[in-house]
C-alpha cells in the first residue's frame, strides 16, 4: 500500500510539473518563459520577430517587432498559469496559459497582437474574425500567415543562390513594364522571383539602399 501511495505522488509530481506557472517572460509575442520553462502558446500564431507586414497605404511595417513589444508590455513580469497541451519538435511545451484567470491566447488574438492556428485549434476562430472586422492591430494590414512565412524563408535560399560571397537577400526585379520592385525574404513572390543582372536587376543588403535606388516594396 505504502509503495502504492509513494507511486501515486510520484505522478502527480511529475503532472505538476508539466504545467508551467510563475513569472513571464515574454521571448516573442507566443512563445513565453514561465517559471524558467520555455512555452509555445497553444492555438495562436503570431508573426515572427523578423516579419513584416504592408499597411494600407503601401508604407513597410515591421509587424513581427510590434507584435512582440505589444505583448511584452501588457505581460512581462507578470504570473501565468499553464495547461501543457504537448511538446513541440523545438523541446517547448505547448500550453493553454491564463493570467489573473484570463485565457491570454484569446486576449492576443482578440487584440490583433496573434492569430488563430486553425492547423492545430479552432479555439480562436470567432475572436480572430471579430478583430479583422474591427481592422485591431494586424489586421490594420496586410499580413502574411506566419506559418507560411516561416516555410518560405525555410527554402528562401533554396531557389536561387545568392551572390558568391555577399549575404544581401533582397531581390531586386524589374517587371516586364519596366516597374522597378524589390522583394524580401517570406513575401509571397519572393521564391519565385529570379535575378538577371543583365536585364538590370540585382541584390540589396537592405531596404533602405533598394528604395533609395528606386525601387519599391512588393505588395506581397
Given amino acids: 500500500m505504502l509503495r502504492i501511495c509513494v507511486l501515486f505522488v510520484l505522478l502527480m509530481a511529475g503532472a505538476a510539473a508539466a504545467d508551467p506557472a510563475g513569472k513571464i517572460r515574454v521571448v ?3 512563445t513565453w518563459d514561465v517559471g524558467g520553462a520555455r512555452v509555445r502558446l497553444f492555438g495562436v500564431d503570431a508573426p ?7 499597411r494600407q497605404d503601401g508604407r513597410d511595417w ?13 505581460y512581462q513580469g507578470r504570473r501565468a498559469a499553464c495547461r501543457e497541451v ?7 511545451i505547448v500550453a493553454r496559459c491564463e493570467v489573473e484567470g484570463a485565457d491570454v491566447g484569446r486576449e492576443l488574438v482578440t487584440r490583433g497582437l496573434a492569430l488563430a492556428y486553425r492547423r492545430y485549434s479552432m479555439d480562436y476562430d470567432l475572436d480572430e474574425k471579430s478583430a479583422h472586422v474591427a481592422r485591431r492591430g494586424l489586421h490594420a494590414a496586410q499580413v502574411q500567415a506566419p506559418s507560411d512565412f516561416r516555410a518560405a524563408k525555410r527554402s528562401a535560399a533554396t531557389l536561387q543562390p545568392l551572390p558568391e560571397g555577399s549575404d544581401c ?25 529570379r535575378i538577371s543582372p543583365s536585364k538590370g536587376e540585382r541584390w540589396f543588403c537592405s531596404e533602405a539602399a533598394a528604395r533609395a535606388a528606386g525601387w519599391r516594396r512588393a505588395k506581397r
Fill in 28 to 30: 516573442d509575442a507566443d
Fill in 48 to 54: 515572427e520577430q523578423d516579419q513584416h507586414c504592408t
Fill in 62 to 74: 515591421a509587424c513581427g517587432a510590434w507584435a512582440t513589444e505589444q505583448v511584452r508590455t501588457l
Fill in 86 to 92: 504537448n511538446i513541440d519538435r523545438y523541446g517547448r
Fill in 169 to 193: 537577400r533582397i531581390k531586386g526585379n524589374i517587371s516586364s513594364k519596366g516597374v522597378r520592385i524589390y522583394h524580401v525574404p517570406g513575401q509571397e513572390n519572393y521564391n519565385a522571383t
